[in-house]
């Protein structure tokens, strides 16, 4: 199983970047999946997480109306559309798959993708 996230980058304050996780070994549709992030210094934190389907999702409240999450079953793909950054959105961002369902609980996760770097300079 094989999760390959991408997409990260630099970009300036108020700027945009998507993200994407590609996923292999796994029926995809059968995970709910999920993004989160770890900044420097900090624990790992819940930016945002998709239904099986992609009819459902859920955001932390510190990137809600900002950041976008959806799938795409038939790529094996689930994306993080980033709008409005700002520098405390500086982090590695992870993918992760999760069997039981969509999930804000790392615990609940079963499998995770290497990290993309996303820094936004003010």
């Known amino acids: 199983v094989q999760l390959q996230a991408s997409g990260g980058g630099l970009v300036q304050a108020g700027g945009s970047l998507r993200l994407s996780c590609v996923a292999s070994g796994v029926t995809f549709s059968l995970y709910g999946m999920a993004w989160f992030r770890q900044a420097p210094g900090k624990e790992r934190e819940f930016v945002a997480t998709i239904s099986l389907s992609g009819s459902s999702t859920h955001y932390a409240s510190s990137v809600e109306g900002r950041f976008s999450i959806s799938r795409d079953n038939a790529k094996n793909t689930v994306y993080l559309q980033m709008n409005s950054l700002k520098p405390e959105d500086t982090a590695v961002y992870y993918c992760?798959?999760?069997?039981?369902?969509?999930?804000?609980?790392?615990?609940?996760?079963?499998?995770w993708g290497q990290g993309t770097l996303v820094t936004v300079s003010s």
């Open positions: 992760a798959a999760s069997r039981a369902g969509p999930s804000s609980n790392s615990r609940r996760h079963d499998y």
